[in-house]
């Protein structure tokens, strides 16, 4: 069959459509990383004395570090499926852009980490008795930056890590100093907004997160065929 | 001084990197210009008023920083280079840079708290520079550790390029975040756009040591890199 190769976003949609209908028939990686990621919370929670730190000064700090590495558990999934059979040969071979690979990959991931936060959030609310209140929205679009953020990083560093002899290990050496600026800024970002502190606050973070987004959007999506092999 | 001991030449290029030095009167010369610089901080630099002993530290705490910085230039320059003209001597250069990058950037955070401590009264502090130099560090080490565990050499030259890029376009991220936090350092005092606010004596002291840091860290670098030239040479024969 003779047919027209598709667009750069349309094979990424492609891409990302292919990851998305492998965790919906398995859920073995969103299941495991949404109880991981419980599991941090409530850890956490029993590691400081809750009589010395309040709940609401301790709970944005644990959401972002615990979300940090239970996304990492998911990223490392992401190219990890395509070792099996060769699988990632058939992508690479396949009339579509190297960008749309990547940009797939960084789709589908998105995706799984904005479940795994529509969980987390109302679960560290829960656990750490919340008033999420007025500032879910804002809330929600912090989380939407630093998911975003970490999905760019993570999605490259999976990729090279996937090839690597020390998978497991490199990808949270090599991603989690690229997620400092991520995790500060959102979790300072997050203390205001549930303490109800005015925006000119708040900003300063934001902003820090949404440059850091465009820089490491575009340069992963630029970086990205240069780790592929020639 | 030490010669490499050449396997027979297959081309004439591969015989001019076999006789190449790794440990040459260059490099001598960068040892005892930071075994000179160590000489007169001790005994011929007036100790500070105010801080006393402890700031003589600031001799070798700054100019490793200033290394540390130069050779993170290099390796993130040389690896740009790696990935537009897929020159394997950038991507040595590179390697070597790193390696020499993590030993100043060590430096860096070892003499740091042997100053903080008298005059911050603390080891160590979230200050916004010293977290910028240690995640300098975490980044220098995964650099290094990813070279490692790389088997194919063009692969490896490609992960590590992909890796100091992106590590240069985080520096400012770091910076801003962790200054924005909390900072405690003290402001520049020499590099700085007014005029120097450093004693006469102190300031050549620190001029001293600054260029025989720097000098014996370009030198380390060439080492390095002509080991590597070594290292791809004795590969290649094998």
Known sequence: MQGKAPGLWAAAWIVAQKDLAIELRTKSAFLSVVVFMLLGLVIFFFAWDSTAVSALDLAPGVLWVTFTFAGLLGLHRSFGVELQDRAFDGLLVAPIERESIYLGKAIANA????????????????????????????????????????????????????NTRMAELLLPMLSLPFFVPIVLASAQASTRLLA???????????????????????ACTVAFPHTLEE | MTSVAA???????????????????????????????IVRIIFFTPIEAAQGAAQKIYYIHVPAALSAYLALIVCALTSIMYLWLREERADRMAESAGEVALLFTTTVLSTGPFWGKPIWGTWWTWDARLTLTLFLWFVTAAYLVLRGAVDDPTMRARYSAVLAVLAALLIPFIHLSVYLFRTLHPMPIVLKPSAPSLPREMLITFSISSIAFLFFCVMLMRSRYRLALLRQRTELAE
């Open chain 2, 7 to 37: 396997p027979p030449p297959s081309s004439a290029n591969s015989t001019r990197v076999s006789t190449l030095p790794v440990f040459d009167w260059w490099t001598a010369l960068g040892v005892l210009g930071v075994l000179g610089a």
């Open chain 1, 196 to 218: 109800g502190r005015p925006f000119t606050e708040v900003l300063p973070w934001l902003k820090i997160l949404i440059a850091f987004d465009i820089v490491f959007a575009l």
């Open chain 1, 111 to 162: 995706i799984f980490v904005f479940a795994v936060l529509v969980i987390a959030i109302p679960a560290v609310a829960l656990f750490y008795n919340l008033p999420l209140g007025r500032a879910i929205l804002a809330l929600g679009f912090v989380a939407g930056l630093a998911a975003f953020g970490l999905v760019a990083i993570g999605t490259l560093f999976s990729a090279m890590a996937v």
